[in-house]
C-alpha cells in the first residue's frame, strides 16, 4: 500500500515537471508588437530617470531641513 502510494506520488511528480520543464514555444512578434515594446521600454526609462531626478532633489532638501533643524536645536540650547 504504502509503495503505491510512493510510486503515484513520484508519477505525479514526474507530470508535472515534464509540464514545467518541457521546451518552450517561441513566440514570433510582429514588427508592432517590436515597435510598442521598444515605445514602452523607453517610457519606463524616461519615466525611471524622472524619479531618479525627484529622488536627488528630495535628498538635497532634506539635507537642508535636517541642517536648519540642527542650526535651531544649537541656537535654542544656547539661549536657556
Not at 520543464?21 to 508592432?32: C, E, I, K, N, R
Not at 514602452?40 to 533643524?69: F, P
Amino acid at each position: 500500500m504504502r509503495n503505491l502510494k510512493f510510486l503515484a506520488l513520484c508519477g505525479l511528480l514526474a507530470a508535472a515537471a515534464g509540464t514545467f520543464l518541457g521546451p518552450a514555444q517561441a513566440q514570433t512578434g510582429s514588427v508592432a508588437d517590436i515597435k510598442a515594446t521598444a515605445e514602452a521600454i523607453q517610457t519606463l526609462q524616461d519615466q525611471q530617470k524622472t524619479i531618479t531626478d525627484n529622488q536627488a532633489s528630495i535628498d538635497a532638501k532634506l539635507a537642508a531641513i535636517a541642517e536648519n533643524v540642527r542650526l535651531a536645536r544649537l541656537y535654542s540650547s544656547r539661549a536657556k
